[in-house]
């Protein structure tokens, strides 16, 4: 297994987690450019998705998720469990960080049982 398995339960179906490697987390702080704010204004005049916040949303979760595997990869694990992501606002509301965390742990298949 080369790939880290990431999952939301604390545990993974079909596996066995033989050791906690313990808290691991990937983060992105990303700041709204001038261009997205203009964007957002006329896009909030007209009610509905903020098409412009989503994007760079999605892109900076992923980030915050690659991360979080990458650090997982240099602790040693093969699978995190747990994973969940956060945001908050910082600096007067002009960046946001996105993080995700979970436990790192090393995980096998499960013995079949007859």
């Known amino acids: 297994m080369s790939e880290v398995i990431v999952v939301t339960t604390p545990g993974i ?3 066995e987690i033989v050791k906690v490697l313990g808290p691991v987390h ?12 203009i964007v957002a204004s006329i896009e909030g005049i007209f009610g509905g998705e ?26 040693g694990a093969n699978a ?20 995700a965390y979970g436990t790192a742990v090393i995980a096998k298949p499960a013995e079949k049982k007859e």
């Open 26 to 37: 990937g983060l992105t702080v990303r700041t709204r450019g001038v261009g997205g704010k």
């Open 50 to 75: 903020v098409t412009a916040y989503t994007y760079e949303c999605e892109k900076a979760r992923k980030e915050s998720l690659d991360r979080l595997v990458e650090n997982a990869k240099k602790m």
């Open 80 to 99: 995190v469990v747990g994973a969940d992501f956060e945001t908050s606002d910082i600096l007067q509301g002009t960046a946001t960080v996105f993080a």
């Open 13 to 15: 179906p079909g596996y």
